[in-house]
């Protein structure tokens, strides 16, 4: 089965400050792992996705996630926040039969001035 | 860039109505998906729909809830009879095979009242 936890629902850091957000995965085959950012009222959008090729994987916005397979994990970082980044952070994992992601509880990213 | 949009945006009902939330995929996209998030928890599979049929369906997935291709592009979930508990926001997702994507629509906030 597949499943996806992500530490912290709420996250805080200022402008400038580097980004990190966490993710763990569990998956009884190879993951495929993506991220996706929701802004207010807004839909789901891809930020980046590991398909087993590149261990770190960028994405846009300057955002960019390791995949660790020994420690289960696909963290997604940011070096520098900026106000336009405060959002909903949500990591997902794709079922073994492909047919549903597997979505984690989300992280609200709050970027301060 | 190709988008999947969804509407209305809102929908406001009243208990045991029936409501049809609508969905136009992405246009050369082959498998089209459903997802729900109550507020303040995970976005939740509901169902997935291929070659004009149901591919796979969660346990919230009931006999109040259908799916319809109607068209070449659109693609519908019908609930027969609302509840309170249907109060979520609502995406519809498409991706191009099985192992591609998803994308996701801005989803429709539906509120039962």
């Known amino acids: 089965a597949q499943s996806v936890t992500q530490l912290g629902s709420h996250v805080s850091v200022s402008e400038g400050a580097l980004v990190l957000l966490r993710c763990n995965y569990s998956?009884?085959?190879?993951?495929?792992l993506f991220w996706y950012v929701q802004y207010p009222n807004q839909g789901l959008q891809l930020l980046l996705k590991?398909?087993?090729?590149?261990?770190l994987v960028k994405g846009i916005n300057g955002f960019e996630a390791e995949f660790k397979k020994s420690e289960t994990s696909f963290h997604l970082t940011k070096p520098s926040a900026h106000m336009s980044d405060a959002a909903e952070y949500f990591c997902?994992?794709?079922?073994?039969?492909?047919?549903?992601?597997?979505f984690g509880s989300g992280t609200k990213l709050n970027v301060k001035p | 860039e190709p988008e999947v949009t969804q509407t209305p945006s809102h929908q406001v009902t009243q208990m045991g109505q029936e409501v049809i939330l609508r969905c136009v995929p992405i246009?050369?996209?082959?498998?089209f998906y459903w997802y729900r998030q109550i507020l303040g928890q995970k976005v939740e599979f509901l169902v997935s729909?291929?070659?004009?049929?149901?591919?796979?369906k969660s346990e919230i997935f009931d006999d109040q809830f259908s799916v319809e291709r109607p068209d070449g592009s659109n693609f519908t979930l019908k609930i027969r009879s609302t509840k309170l508990e249907d109060s979520a926001m609502y995406f519809c997702?498409?991706?191009?095979?099985?192992?591609?994507?998803?994308?996701f629509g801005p989803g429709t906030r539906l509120l039962v009242l």
């Open positions: 997702a498409s991706s191009e095979s099985r192992e591609e994507t998803q994308y």
């Open positions: 998956s009884s085959v190879p993951p495929y």
């Open positions: 997902a994992v794709r079922g073994s039969n492909f047919n549903k992601f597997y």
């Open positions: 246009s050369n996209h082959l498998y």
């Open positions: 729909f291929y070659n004009n049929e149901i591919s796979e």
């Open positions: 590991y398909t087993s090729a590149a261990t």
